[in-house]
């Protein structure tokens, strides 16, 4: 269920949950939401009883900067203490947090919850979400998770975009594996080829995939813009294409090795 990361000079390695990032709750929630998750989800570890307050208290001191101080802190959508870069939202810091809280605020009343505004709110909100159970013991009070986090979707009404985009990510996250296979082949077994006839059976013979997960490899490779399937110099369509079909693979490796997005946690 988790991923662990150890934390120096803690007493406990923080575990991550494996659902969280394919989940897109990080996209909907405010930044608080991935540390109160990381949080939980090193409460949920086996040999743990208490609060989350007694865990924070024992790895930070009862003070943790990713989670804004302590449980008591006030729900942000920015990191206040880093510069604010206004190519990326002109509105500047006021303006951006106020139309986040009012997005959030409106998603949230509509689907009749409360809108939290400390992180102690949102643990709340986790377990009324069924994001994480807390059960009193004889031994104390324990945590855990299921093991497939519900999504935004499910509780909330997304926006369209939104719903888009989170689709989106968890279309990639699936196929991951399968586009990495397949660049791997292409780049280490053929040396980055401009472009190649070949079909989905060569293909999966050659990456150890099946046809299918090598169909789901190609239709991220051309959605994201990095390459293109032709029948003779005509756009083809990946998901009609028999597995025995010839077909023309054009890749633009120099937009593939373009940067992509790059996470930075701070803690």
Partial sequence: MTENASVPGSRRDMAMHNDWWPSGWDHVLPRQGF???MLIGTASQPGF???LDDLLQEIFAGH???IGGN???ALTFSWPETEWDHEEAPEGREAYEANRWKEFGAMLTAAGFEVP???RDLSELYLTWGLAWREETAEGTRWSMPDALPLPGDLLTL???LTKRLDRMRRTTETGPFVNDLIKYLVDNLGEPQEILTSLDRLAAATGRDADD?????AELVESGDAQVQRGREPADVERLETHQRFRLVMDWDHFNEPRVQLIIRD
């Fill in 71 to 73: 449980l008591d802190g």
């Fill in 159 to 161: 926006d369209a975009e």
């Fill in 214 to 218: 090598v169909r789901l490899a190609l």
């Fill in 64 to 66: 943790w900067d990713m």
């Fill in 35 to 37: 540390a109160l998750a």
């Fill in 117 to 119: 505004t400390t992180v």
């Fill in 49 to 51: 009883t208490g609060s």
